[in-house]
T-cell receptor
Framework: QQQVKQSPQSLIVQKGGISIINCAYE??????FPWYQQFPGKGPALLIA?????SEKKEGRFTISFNKSAKQFSLHIMDSQPGDSATYFC???????????FGKGTLLTVNP | DAGITQSPRHKVTETGTPVTLRCHQT?????MYWYRQDPGHGLRLIHY???????DKGEVSDGYSVSRSKTEDFLLTLESATSSQTSVYFC?????????????FGPGTRLTVT
């Protein structure tokens, strides 16, 4: 049972455009929703995270939108740059042990 | 990589041999995790630890065991490696309650089982 479904699998965006990656979850007990960025040959790095008491969180060009009723959350990358080309993972966890359940990832390519 | 090292970084081994991967942290974080990453599957939790000698299974724990005798070290053992365990293995750490739940990942170990 896949508890976090991520789409699309891959995404190509032109420089300056908006990249949007979506995730849907099933477990209503999830209470923490991070996004990770991974470059080839590196470990994932936390990008931005949100808790369900807010509907949106913005950090620089990166924004998480959260829809609790629809059990969906998304990552928006404004003014996408070639340096943003990476694989992005959404994830979810519940409780204090912080066990993360990951989506399968989205390979983002930003063309110059 | 937030004070996390993994060793070895690359390993090739034969089917049936035992393999131990090491994760070492200098952050004194309570929680430690082992994930495997495979194309099309994302990151899947193998085992995690919530303190010295306290461990629990993740979603893909079959064929793996772990040990944590010190706060800073978390070992992952493949008792008898199989080709299906060829993967990239990541260790992660997290603070205890009171932190915000962020997990920080190590650089990974690429394991090939021939």
């Amino acid at each position: 049972q896949q508890q976090v479904k991520q789409s699309p699998q891959s995404l190509i965006v032109q420089k300056g455009g908006i990249s949007i990656i979506n995730c849907a979850y099933e477990n209503t007990a999830f209470d923490y929703f991070p996004w990770y960025q991974q470059f080839p040959g590196k470990g994932p790095a936390l990008l931005i995270a949100i808790r369900p008491d807010v509907s949106e969180k913005k950090e620089g060009r990166f924004t998480i939108s959260f829809n609790k009723s629809a059990k969906q959350f998304s990552l928006h990358i404004m003014d996408s740059q070639p340096g943003d080309s990476a694989t992005y993972f959404c994830a979810a966890s519940r409780g204090s042990n912080y066990k993360l359940t990951f989506g399968k990832g989205t390979l983002l390519t930003v063309n110059p | 990589d937030a004070g996390i090292t993994q060793s070895p970084r690359h390993k090739v081994t034969e089917t049936g041999t035992p393999v131990t991967l090491r994760c070492h942290q200098t952050e004194n974080h309570r929680y430690m995790y082992w994930y495997r990453q495979d194309p099309g599957h994302g990151l899947r939790l193998i085992h995690y630890s919530y303190g010295v000698k306290d461990t629990d299974k993740g979603e893909v724990s079959d064929g793996y065991s772990v040990s944590r005798s010190k706060t800073e070290d978390f070992l992952l053992t493949l008792e008898s490696a199989t080709s299906s365990q060829t993967s990239v293995y990541f260790c992660a750490i997290s603070e205890s309650a009171g932190g915000r739940g962020e997990q920080y990942f190590g650089p990974g170990t690429r394991l090939t089982v021939t």
